[in-house]
Nanobody, 116 residues
Framework: QVQLVESGGGLVQAGGSLRLSCAAS????????MGWYRQAPGKQRELVAT???????DYADSMKGRFTISRVNAKNTVYLQIDSLKPEDTAVYYC???WGMGYESWGQGTQVTVSS
């Protein structure tokens, strides 16, 4: 089985920062792309950023500037640094990985709430 455990979410004031983590464990091999997505109340899930095993990053246009994705391959862990948080960043943040021969796994999500 594959487990993705996200952490680092919480309640933060506008202007603050958070660092989300997502650690993958279990029968996983050859993790390729790792990514973060978010889903705000009443909205569809949207891409935040992805990172390949070689460290190549890609950000949704609206996420460029305040979001930084990184990973530590040896730990099967991906991070998302969010700076200058805004109330509109309030959402459940999910990590996703592509691994092995075309497999995809999602985490359970971590809540980020930004107060004004």
């Amino acid at each position: 089985q594959v487990q993705l455990v996200e952490s680092g979410g919480g309640l933060v004031q506008a202007g603050g920062s958070l660092r989300l983590s997502c650690a993958a464990s279990g029968s996983i091999f050859s993790i390729d792309v790792m990514g973060w997505y978010r889903q705000a109340p009443g909205k569809q899930r949207e891409l935040v950023a992805t990172i390949t095993s070689d460290g190549l990053t890609d950000y949704a246009d609206s996420m460029k500037g305040r979001f930084t994705i990184s990973r530590v391959n040896a730990k099967n862990t991906v991070y998302l640094q969010i700076d200058s948080l805004k109330p509109e960043d309030t959402a459940v943040y999910y990590c996703r990985i592509n691994w092995g021969m075309g497999y995809e796994s999602w985490g359970q999500g971590t809540q980020v709430t930004v107060s004004s």
